[in-house]
């Protein structure tokens, strides 16, 4: 089968979320499943191809080509999407230009995919041009669309006066297609124009043809719901495995966890918090946005902070930036609060701590908990989406501790329940020991997804 996999971030060659960890994991799986798979994103700054052509850069990893879609005004820049201000203006040109060359460079390949895989909405365009600009068109006249949905909440809506820009007929802004209150929606448009949708959890492809998650699509969802399914994502080995983690300070396994509370003590020192084995240290690595929970974990700090330690990494809106900082000034020694995107710092969190922090008001999939998980670090999280599938709360002999009601109080309740075991250190070691053996390796999950691409 040959694929044609397009996504605008891809690890390790550009990453903001989860979307580069699954599209620089997924691709690999399914060549191992015997695929023919090409990968197309955007030639970010700092990407280096192996090769350069007239428009695009090119290289191959194992049996992966990837090629990077050239446009220096578009895509040299120090972002990716945009900055703490807000999007790039011109996102639309942006990723309607690398939908476009996305097209002309299979042809220019000779390489006619069975499937074009999409990813989210800055790749959505990709599958409508194939369904109308080329549909006539006999290089991609047995050619599939599949469009996979990270994260709903982000749909590419622009300015109804941008429209033109596109290069479609205005045929297709009405309600059935790409029109969303008034507006532009690439999303919608990805979904409708697609042969199957998918999300990136079981429990969230359900959750998004309600109105309460359905982000104002949930109507357009449920028309496709025959068309329409859940696999969950997975983590790569390769990358996140402490047997082999160069990031870390001292590599353990789950047959031996005894350096996991090494990598503890020297976290802390290099962090300045208080050097203590038994201080509940509690990690975060995310999107400082009110989805990913950050509003609870703020109103909760500053009484987790005069008991237990806390170490935040990641950026967002300034609003929390701020009240992190505050925060971080009155709890120099049980608050570490790293307001950037650090992949060494990420890995060390996941080694160090002994409690990983998913609190989300919402959640695809998420990919921390399964991480977390590897590095015997205990996902404190709540019942939503990907969450659900993939954390059982220990009272129900699972791994994790789970919250039903979106509140800080919840939260706090669930922390002091992962204290109190923690402070049993044979029944949370023996806890360690299980989750550390659990697997959410990519096989099973790449058989899936060719299951889902015969069905197209």
């Not at 008001?361 to 599938?389: N, W």
């Not at 220990?394 to 204290?419: A, C, M, N, P, Q």
Request: net charge positive; aromatic share 14%; charged share 25%.
């Amino acid at each position: 089968m040959k694929i044609a996999f397009c996504s605008s971030e891809v690890f390790p060659y550009a990453k903001t979320g989860g979307l580069a960890d699954v599209s620089g994991a997924l691709p690999h799986a399914l060549a191992c499943e015997g695929a023919q798979v090409k990968v197309f994103m955007p030639l970010y700054k700092n990407i280096k191809p192996q090769k350069n052509f007239p428009g695009y850069g090119f290289t191959k990893k194992g049996d992966v080509e990837f090629f990077f879609i050239k446009n220096d005004n578009y895509f040299l820049r120090d972002a990716l999407y945009g900055t703490p201000q807000g999007d790039y203006p011109d996102n639309l040109e942006r990723f309607s230009f690398f939908s476009k060359q996305v097209l002309e460079i299979l042809k220019k390949l000779k390489f006619s995919p069975d499937v074009i895989h999409s990813n989210d909405w800055q790749s959505s365009l990709v599958n409508m041009y194939c369904k109308t600009i080329y549909k006539n068109d006999n290089f991609f006249k047995n050619t599939k669309c599949v469009l996979t949905i990270h994260n709903l909440a982000y749909q590419g809506i622009f300015e109804k006066e941008k429209y033109p820009l596109l290069g479609l007929s205005w045929d297709c802004f009405n309600m059935q297609c790409l029109e969303f209150y008034g507006k532009i929606n690439l999303l919608k448009g990805g979904i409708v124009f697609s042969d199957m949708v998918n999300t990136v959890s079981p429990t969230y492809a359900k959750q998004i043809q309600t109105p309460d998650y359905g982000c104002g699509l949930e109507g357009v969802l449920r028309e496709k719901r025959e068309r329409l399914c859940g696999i969950l994502n997975a983590i790569d080995y390769q990358v996140w495995n402490p047997k082999i983690d160069t990031l870390i300070y001292k590599k353990f396994s789950s047959q031996d966890l005894e350096n996991k509370a090494v990598n503890k003590k020297m976290f802390q020192k290099e962090l300045g918090l208080k050097v203590d084995g038994n201080a509940l240290l509690l990690g975060m690595v995310t999107r400082l946005a009110e989805q990913k929970g950050i509003d609870i974990v703020s109103e909760s700090l500053d009484y987790l902070l005069k008991k237990h330690q806390v170490v935040i990494l990641g950026v967002g809106d300034e609003k929390y930036h701020k009240i992190l900082k505050k925060l971080a000034g009155k709890y120099k020694k049980s608050f570490s609060l790293n307001l950037k995107f650090d992949e060494a710092i990420a890995h060390r969190i996941y080694a160090a701590c002994d409690c990983f922090l998913m609190p989300s008001r919402f959640e695809p999939c998420g990919l921390s908990q399964m991480i977390s998980y590897k590095y015997a670090t205990i996902p404190i999280v709540h019942h939503t989406g990907g969450l659900v599938d993939t954390v059982i709360d220990v009272h129900l002999k699972g791994g994790g501790f789970v919250f039903y009601k979106y509140s800080s109080d919840d939260l706090i309740t669930s922390i002091e329940r992962s204290h109190s075991l923690f402070k049993n250190k044979k029944e949370w070691d023996l806890l360690l020991k299980k989750v550390s053996r659990y697997n959410f390796s990519w096989e099973a999950t790449a058989e899936k997804y060719m299951e889902m691409y015969k069905k197209s």
